[in-house]
């Protein structure tokens, strides 16, 4: 046989034995394999076992049996900047919600359900993925792995109170003790990105209204009707002194934060920064050469434990914190006796409610916003049939068409661009490796938002090119039907979102349809995407007038297509019949019309159809004069087509009753949770 001929029997018996899909990636998709010999891993992995092995010799002089790695920053932030994505480092997942855990043998990662086929991509086979996210599983599998008992390490500066607690008491029955240790992450990141060197930047006062001394008035009326009497506030978060002085940094990706934390006392200010980074301007902005009760002491950054417990030694001191920001390291320096606590601060609360000024600005970045999200779904209505467009395209696309708008200051977010089965991971977003074609064949997701000197905007449209199937239309109806919901209700001032959630799930529940995130976040002025402590959820506190809210309910078929309608809307007093006082309703200020070819008309009840309508009418009423003024006359043209007004169907009348239900529901929730 000739030497061409044994290539040729070489290949084909590779082609024939057991490892044939490791020589052709493409047979297993995106995601790693370990079951075979050798594993298939895809080039989005991270090659992780030198990192393994410098953390387990890191390990071994400090005795303890396990090293937990939260997805956290001394700030408990949920997005973090790329000095504190340790998961990230030692496992090459890059989610924002995840818990590793390192012991002398195996390297465990668990994170919740919009992650899973996200960390099958980027982690090698020396992880083990756990579809868990609770304490109380990660503390079950270290109890089983160390039945005898032994020290758990942990860095107090990246875990909660409640965090600690809740380890502490899950493991305490296994003699597992959870032991406060330096952070050992850090001592084997030999390249960790250092702390950016741009310095902080102050918002003008012409824009945000209430200067910062007002604000800190505020804060210590505050303080001062509190009835444990503290004498100073602990702020930990890193938008609370953010908000509180003015101030916007650049620390963290998307966010305008920098790293801070803030001592405020009845006649002392004290603001822990890398004073290095702060300009002669800023500290004149500040009155940081003054000791008087509206002049910031600053101080640096890294000596804000001891500070702290420097404070607390003083007689007749009580600190205040908000337990969900404080990270441990600094809780466990105050003394019981002399510690006040409630689960967020009143800058988190005060900042919640927002002011004349600060509704009518934020409004004003989701008019603007919108402008672009409006080119986007006008350009790809052409452009996606020519076959030339990409997930990463329409994602420049859109951010580009933001860069453009006034006071734009980048996005608020890692766009999430997704079609067919891409868009069925809820947090998505495309790489090199990932991107996808799009095509008239198949649904696409853009979920994007931007930064503006004025506010921060949040937007998700899903839409299709072609021909929808019947079971895509209806999902894409439904959840429609739930954020209609959610948007048209009318409610009690101090209800809780959690109260209202289930009016968003609703339609989906009743085809057995649901989805696995949450129903809305708080969001701000030049802030986070996602900002606490508004929202739907159990933690989230009640509603009151001026909060803004996201609501997106969403659809998602493994493998297939996923589907998310997200709008921002502000709480505002709602007109009932009986002149109530105290009721609210929302008011959505996300200014983008929805695919119409994806809209059964027939699903809807008179209502939501007279909602959507009215919608419509507020579009065309707030983004005409906005197009023309930037002289966008096609893209008003097709703003104008796609809300044109829907007409009631016969079959309208049968969803009614259903929704009709669901309210009652509600009304018996809230009656009881005041009662």
């Known amino acids: 046989m000739s030497s061409h001929g044994w290539l040729l029997a070489c290949v084909l018996a590779a082609l024939a034995g057991k490892h044939f899909a490791s020589f052709h990636p493409r047979l297993w998709g995106t995601e790693r394999n370990c079951s075979i010999n050798p594993p298939y891993l895809p080039v989005t992995v991270v090659h992780t076992k030198r990192r393994l092995q410098d953390l387990r010799e890191a390990m071994t002089p400090e005795n303890i049996a396990a090293y937990i790695i939260p997805a956290?920053?001394?700030h408990l932030s949920e997005y973090t900047a790329p000095r504190d994505a340790r998961i990230a480092f030692m496992t090459g997942f890059t989610g924002s919600a995840g818990t590793a855990v390192v012991t002398a043998t195996k390297a465990v990662l668990w994170t919740d359900s919009r992650y899973w086929v996200q960390a099958e991509r980027q982690m090698d086979c020396?992880?083990?993925l756990e579809r868990d996210l609770s304490i109380g599983r990660i503390s079950d599998w270290l109890l089983t792995e160390f039945p005898g008992g032994g020290r758990i390490g942990f860095d107090p500066f990246?875990?909660?109170?409640?965090?600690?607690?809740?380890?502490?008491?899950n493991l305490a029955p296994g003699k597992l003790v959870l032991t406060s240790i330096p952070?050992?992450?850090?001592t084997i990141w030999g390249d960790r990105?250092?702390?950016p060197p741009h310095n902080l930047t102050r918002l003008p006062d012409q824009i945000i209204g209430r200067i910062w001394q007002t604000k800190v008035e505020e804060i210590r009326m505050e303080m001062m009707v509190n009835p444990y009497k503290p004498t100073a506030l602990l702020l930990s978060a890193l938008d609370e002194t953010a908000w509180l002085f003015n101030l916007r940094g650049n620390?963290?990706?998307h966010n305008p934060f920098f790293y801070s934390y803030t001592l405020l006392t009845m006649n002392e200010i004290w603001l822990f920064v890398h004073i290095e980074r702060v300009s002669e301007d800023l500290k004149a902005y500040l009155n940081s050469s003054c000791m008087e009760s509206l002049c910031v002491q600053l101080r640096n950054y890294d000596a804000v434990r001891r500070d702290l417990q420097r404070y607390v030694e003083k007689p007749g001191v009580r600190v205040w914190v908000g337990t969900e920001y404080?990270?441990?390291a600094l809780y466990e320096v105050i003394a019981q006796e002399k510690l006040v606590t409630s689960s967020y601060s009143p800058v988190l609360t005060t900042k919640a409610v927002k002011d004349e000024t600060e509704k009518r600005i934020l409004k004003n970045a989701h008019v603007r916003d919108a402008v672009a999200v409006i080119q986007l779904l006008m350009w790809l209505e052409t452009a996606v049939p020519q076959g030339k467009e990409t997930e990463l395209s329409a994602a420049h696309y859109v951010n580009e068409c933001r860069s453009k708008q006034k006071d734009s200051r980048g996005t608020s977010f890692e766009t999430i661009s997704a079609s067919g089965p891409n868009a069925a991971l809820a947090h998505y977003s495309p790489t090199n490796e990932t991107n996808r074609k799009l095509t008239v064949d198949e649904m696409f997701l853009i979920d994007s938002g931007g930064q503006y000197l004025d506010g921060t905007?949040?937007?998700?449209?899903?839409?299709?090119w072609g021909t929808p199937t019947a079971m895509q239309r209806e999902a894409f109806t439904r959840v429609l039907m739930g954020n209609i919901e959610i948007s048209r209700t009318v409610f009690p001032t101090g209800t809780k979102g959690s109260n209202m959630e289930m009016l968003a799930r609703r339609a989906l529940w009743e085809v057995g349809l649901n989805y696995g995130h949450g129903t809305g976040h708080g969001i701000g002025n030049y802030f986070g995407v996602h900002e606490w402590p508004v929202g739907f959820g159990s933690n989230n506190i009640p509603f009151k007038e001026g909060m803004f809210t996201s609501i997106e309910p969403g659809y998602y078929k493994d493998d297939d297509f996923g589907i998310r309608i997200e709008d921002i809307a502000v709480t505002v007093p709602a007109h009932t019949k009986y002149n109530g006082q105290n009721y609210l309703t929302f008011d959505t200020v996300s200014l983008v019309p929805y695919d119409r070819k994806l809209i059964d008309t027939s699903l809807l009840s008179a209502e939501q159809i007279q909602w959507l309508n009215r919608y419509y009418s507020t579009i065309r009423e707030r983004m005409g004069p906005e197009l023309d003024s930037q002289g966008l006359q096609r893209e008003k043209e097709w703003m104008l087509h796609n809300t044109e007004s829907f007409q009631t169907t016969a079959g309208s009348s049968g969803v009614l009753s259903s929704f009709t239900l669901s309210l009652a529901m509600l009304t018996v929730a809230l009656l009881q949770e005041l009662i």
Do not use: C, G, M
């Open 72 to 74: 956290a920053d001394a």
């Open 126 to 128: 020396n992880w083990k």
């Open 158 to 169: 990246v875990f909660s109170l409640k965090t600690q607690e809740y380890y502490n008491a």
């Open 183 to 186: 952070n050992l992450v850090d």
């Open 193 to 195: 990105p250092p702390v």
């Open 251 to 253: 620390d963290i990706p």
């Open 326 to 328: 404080t990270n441990y």
């Open 457 to 464: 905007t949040d937007i998700t449209r899903t839409v299709h």
